[in-house]
């Protein structure tokens, strides 16, 4: 059984970060202060703290293309994949790699999309039909 994992990371402005993470993506909000937030993501905890974000440049090669390192992300099955990206499009959230299947047909067959939140932090989101291929080479 897996086990939620935290990560606390820093946004710039804790009001937009929840329009994001519980508008957007439809995250619970927990615990507050007037420095943070913690919110139910998929399951796992993350920490927002106000400060300057992580840095980050496109130097992960994904396929053809190159995505923002460092990153973090969740994998989902595929429905709430589609589901998800269904409501990061209706709210017009730009995709920095747009909804797409990879290894089609292959071991570790997977949807991945690539976005940021307001703050500019990069999250991948993951679906897989088959989650036992999760790690499958």
Known sequence: MLM?????????????ARGFYSGVLGC????S????VD??????????????PFANA????????LVPMP???VVLDVTR?????????????????????????QPGEQW????????GNPIEVKGFADHSAIFAS
Do not use: C, N
């Open 28 to 31: 619970r909000e927990g615990r």
């Open 58 to 65: 496109p130097t992960g090669k994904v396929g053809d293309h």
């Open 4 to 16: 939620p994992f935290h990560f606390a990371y820093h946004v710039r402005d804790l009001d937009e």
């Open 112 to 119: 991945t999309m690539f976005f940021r939140d307001p703050s």
């Open 39 to 52: 919110f139910d993501f998929f399951g796992h905890q993350i920490s927002l703290h106000l400060g300057e």
């Open 71 to 73: 990153h973090f992300g």
């Open 33 to 36: 202060t007037d420095s943070w």
């Open 81 to 105: 994949f589609q589901e998800l990206a269904a409501r990061l499009e209706a709210a017009g959230v730009e995709f920095v790699l747009p909804p797409s299947r990879r290894f089609a047909g």
